[in-house]
């Protein structure tokens, strides 16, 4: 079998590592066969869409990735753009080393673009962390999980939640020997997790965002369809027959693995590095805060990040609070002030530095009080470290972390940065827990059932 795994951005490289790996073991396990037989071969893909040094290539290093087969080099432009330049360089690459599967990771603009080119070429698609809904339709990330989950023959998820929303679309629920299939978990219920908003969210329903976006049709529809085209019993047997038979051949397969970004953490934890910043402020366990912002809503407009950062700042209790400024931000930040000088009496606890790598960042959120954040991946980590997380959006696409784990979400007005950070300096934070499946072997499972596959 020859895979072609696509890495674009930060969080594919930790998605990516532990495949790689499950990879090499099983073809190790595999040795006496002859030949390839049985043997899984792999081609890496970087497709070059982060092209900050401490955003890309550190990564690789840290985790031990090896270097790419190919870095298709795009990097920058706008979103359409950028989705152009990888559909075109990805068709020329996977002409000339064709695969029988594509394995994309996340919802980055990559994993997206790999995908439609893959299909177009008549090469099957496996996603992981497939599922998983925001049911946001203003992020960008949103849309390319909906696009490449529309496309993918073969779906590995992180959460029952996320298994639910497949199986609406109509997708396979698959039994595997890690994970009974509980028939139960998929229904419509009261406890319904796949949408956890903030109070003040303008998210839109799960089934009215699908029917939106994949432009379905309601059983009256059907129904009048029927009846505008009158077919005699002999031509609907012919069409049912048919749409029998490739509804069979191509039905979509999902199974529940859990997360393999939780295996590269469990994988690289005893490893996690301090920072320069460590000593050089003199940090010590619990007495700090980290954040991250780079989400269009917090940053983009200028008097709504400056009283963000005001209200996390004046409510942090005199903690420091390390910011690992985001290439993104970076652009509007320093300005927002006047100069270096005035944003140090503004806000004298809160320290910029550069991006880090994966091992020393995670070094700080392992001993951080609690993490600001508006990204995704990071509330994983958080929740499997037990580490308190005050999210800055009006919706998640992974309800767990707020359901079992340590996440809370609060929303992107300034006014709740203080109730939440009061709660966490009170003693009030939830503990949490881990999700079911996070245990470190999440590749393993994937690897296992992609080599049993008959393509």
């Known amino acids: 079998m020859k895979i072609t795994l696509i890495a674009g951005a930060r969080p594919n490289f930790m998605k990516v590592a532990p495949i790689i790996k499950a990879i090499k073991a099983f073809n190790d396990a595999n040795d006496g066969n002859d030949a390839n ?22 990564f690789f290093e840290e985790l031990g990735i090896p270097a790419p087969d190919v870095n298709l080099g795009c990097g920058g ?12 360089a990805f068709e020329k690459e996977l002409m000339a080393h064709p695969a029988d599967i594509v394995l994309v990771v996340g919802d980055v603009t990559s994993t997206m673009a790999c995908s439609i080119v893959a299909k177009k070429l008549n090469t099957k698609v496996c996603h992981v962390e497939a599922g998983i809904r925001s049911w946001d339709l203003t992020m960008p990330e949103e849309i390319n999980r909906m696009v490449t989950d529309s496309l993918a023959d073969y779906m590995f998820t992180t959460s029952e939640v996320a298994n639910r929303n497949l199986v609406r679309m109509g ?17 419509e219920n009261k406890n319904d997790e796949s949408q956890v908003t903030c109070s003040n969210s303008n998210s839109i329903d799960p089934q009215s965002a699908q029917k939106q976006a994949f432009g379905q049709l309601d059983a009256q529809s059907y129904s009048d369809t029927d009846k505008s085209y009158p077919l005699d019993s002999s031509e609907k047997n012919v069409i049912f027959d048919n749409q029998d038979k490739n509804s069979k051949n191509n039905q979509q397969k999902v199974w529940f693995v859990g997360n393999v970004m939780i295996d590269t953490l469990l994988a690289n934890r005893s490893r996690f590095r301090k920072p320069e910043v460590w000593d050089e402020l003199g940090l010590k366990e619990q007495e700090f805060i980290v954040m991250t912002m780079h989400r269009p809503a917090n940053v983009d407009e200028e008097n709504h990040l400056r009283a963000m950062m005001e209200q996390i700042i004046d409510n ?13 931000t970076a652009k509007l930040f320093y300005g927002l002030w006047g100069d270096e000088a005035e944003l140090a009496k503004r806000l004298p606890n809160l320290h910029i530095v550069e991006p880090m790598g994966y091992l020393e960042f995670n070094y700080l959120v392992e001993r951080a009080k609690a993490v600001v954040t508006d990204s995704g ?16 959006r009006d919706n998640t696409e992974r309800p767990e972390t707020c359901t079992v784990g340590t996440n809370e979400l609060i929303g992107t007005d300034p006014a709740a940065i203080k109730p939440a950070l009061d709660k966490l300096f009170a003693g009030e934070w939830k503990k949490g827990a881990i999700p079911e499946l996070w245990d470190g072997h999440t590749a393993e499972r994937i690897i296992e059932i992609l080599s049993a596959l008959e393509i």
């Open 37 to 58: 037989d049985g043997k899984i071969s792999y081609r890496l893909v970087h497709t070059g869409q982060h092209y900050d040094k401490n955003m890309s290539d550190t």
């Open 77 to 88: 432009g706008s979103q359409a753009e950028q989705t152009a330049a990888i559909m075109v």
């Open 171 to 187: 997708a396979i629920l698959m039994e595997n020997k890690n994970k009974e299939n509980r028939e139960e978990n998929i229904k």
């Open 316 to 328: 942090a209790h005199g903690l420091p609070v390390i910011f690992p400024i985001h290439p993104r």
């Open 377 to 392: 991946g990071i509330t994983e980590e958080t929740t499997v470290m037990g580490v308190p997380c005050i999210t800055l």
